[in-house]
């Protein structure tokens, strides 16, 4: 069964360093998603994009965050500088067209020192 | 603000039994409804999905949806061991926006 791969499985970075977290969405899918669960907390919506451009992004999606679909395959999410707080689980998630749910990669766990 | 409300659990069922899951929403303009299951430290995994008021059935699952009550539930019979993990209930406006996740649901089915 097809399914979305997260890279890598595990991210350490310095606080204020930039990091980029990559994921492949299922090859059929055109809906691309970024979610995030910090730790012992709700899964939380970051942002959501479609036709290569942002739908909807949430009130933690600030200027210190952006997303990209470099290529045909990959979405991206880049922290620039990163925070103590953001040290969480990010998830990719993606969708087809139509009424269908959306799929969710095994995830990266970010961890800011 | 678009609230999704779960009891945090942990609920126990013995091995064979049916769990009953539960799920309350804020935001009368859900349309779509997801349950996800979620092992520890692992992705959620989509498990079920409604969107008609009803029951609808898949396999040993069972969703059921009362928009009028703003409530969703997800029924597991024959609960085994494998089954114990947290339950996450998952609302959108509509298919393709945001989803909106509840705290989830710890689930143990002890043998």
Known sequence: ?113 | QKEVEQNSGPLSVPEGAIASLNCTYSDRGSQSFFWYRQYSGKSPELIMFIYSNGDKEDGRFTAQLNKASQYVSLLIRDSQPSDSATYLCAVTNNAGNMLTFGGGTRLMVKP
């Open chain 1, 1 to 113: 069964e097809p399914e979305v791969t997260q890279t890598p499985s595990h991210q350490v970075t310095q606080m204020g360093q930039e990091v980029i977290l990559r994921c492949v969405p299922i090859s059929n899918h055109l809906y691309f998603y970024w979610y995030r669960q910090i730790l012992g907390q709700k899964v939380e919506f970051l942002v959501s994009f479609y036709n290569n451009e942002i739908s909807e992004k949430s009130e933690i999606f600030d200027d210190q965050f952006s997303v990209e679909r470099p290529d045909g395959s990959n979405f991206t999410l880049k922290i620039r500088s990163t925070k103590l707080e953001d040290s969480a689980m990010y998830f990719c998630a993606s969708r087809a067209v139509g009424d269908q749910p959306q799929h969710f990669g095994d995830g990266t766990r970010l961890s800011i020192l």
